[in-house]
């Protein structure tokens, strides 16, 4: 098992820049791809982005391509989510999901998520 834990959320300006981070712990954080997903209220939960097990492969909707950038650190079992260009239709709540999985991104295979960072962009 593992258990996640997201930080760095707040509210900020369109325009704006935040980095949120998700810290992990439990056995063998290297055999989970991670993904970090978003839900605003009303709204279905969508991925914003996805990292393999060691980190070289990453997958991102075209709604954040170009503009939010992940990365882990397998050492210290953390993932950090870059976001830049902030736009208010990205204010959600921000999630870090685990899945004992060999691939990027696959809907449906996250078993492992934190309890959320609220993220706020204001226009």
């Known amino acids: 098992q593992v258990q996640l834990v997201e930080s760095g959320g707040g509210l900020v300006q369109a325009g704006g820049s935040l980095r949120l981070s998700c810290a992990a712990s439990g056995r063998a954080f290297s055999r989970y791809a991670i993904g970090w997903f978003r839900q605003a209220p009303g709204k279905e939960r969508e991925v914003v982005a996805g990292i393999s097990r060691r980190g070289g492969s990453t997958y991102y909707p075209d709604s954040v391509k170009g503009r939010f950038t992940i990365s882990r650190d397998n050492a210290k079992n953390t993932v950090t989510l870059q976001m830049n260009s902030l736009k208010p239709e990205d204010t959600a709540v921000y999630y870090c999901?685990?899945?004992?999985?060999?691939?990027?991104?696959?809907?449906?295979?996250?078993?492992?998520w934190g309890q959320g960072t609220q993220v706020t962009v204001s226009s």
């Open positions: 999901a685990a899945a004992d999985y060999s691939g990027t991104y696959t809907r449906g295979v996250y078993d492992y």
